[in-house]
């Protein structure tokens, strides 16, 4: 089913090293508890730990992703800025994002806070917010693709008038 609302993901491959070598000391921690499947035992391991830190460590972005789902943009501003607090006071578990929460992705979960604050805005009709969120996407990470690519379009839409479209 196709999203109502526009979701970027963008995998860092590199990731899956770490995770790769995570999912094989389950296995071997699985190996030695002496069960007969230990590849399957301890691949459901690596899932459920998977599983349990996105939901608990990352709650405030993922139920802010549930609000931005069902275009409640109000609250999923909260969420992510929630996101964004905890994230920056545990900037650690950020940066090492692929072994605390087993995530392979590229952008760090304050860049997504950022990201999805400045769209939140935008669809609530406050283009200036919107763009404020973007521009400080940009001075805290500086190649953010998204933001930039957002600014542009923003500056696009504003330096043409319909007397100047042909």
């Known amino acids: 089913m196709a999203s109502k609302q526009p ?3 963008q995998t860092a491959w590199l990731s899956l090293i770490p995770q790769l070598l995570i999912l094989g000391v389950f296995i071997v921690l699985a190996s030695f508890s002496g069960t007969q499947n230990p590849a ?3 691949a459901l391991a690596y899932i459920s730990a998977s599983v349990l830190l996105r939901k608990t460590v990352a709650l405030h972005h993922r139920k802010g992703m549930a609000h931005f789902m069902k275009e409640e943009f109000a609250p999923a501003l909260d969420r992510f800025q929630k996101s964004y607090d905890f994230f920056s006071h545990n900037r650690w578990v950020d ?3 692929y072994v605390t929460l087993m995530s392979s992705s590229r952008v760090s979960y304050q860049e ?3 990201l999805n604050m400045a769209y939140c805005y935008g669809q609530l009709g406050e283009g ?3 763009r404020g969120f973007y521009e400080r996407t940009l001075l805290e990470f500086p ?3 998204m933001a930039k690519a957002a600014i ?3 500056d696009s839409t504003t330096s043409k008038t319909p007397d100047t479209i042909s």
Do not use: E, F, T, Y
Request: net charge neutral; glycine share 4%; charged share 30%.
């Open 40 to 42: 399957i035992m301890g």
């Open 7 to 9: 979701i970027v993901k």
């Open 112 to 114: 997504m806070a950022l």
């Open 95 to 97: 940066d090492w994002r």
């Open 128 to 130: 200036d917010k919107a």
């Open 152 to 154: 542009n379009m923003l």
């Open 143 to 145: 190649d953010s693709a």
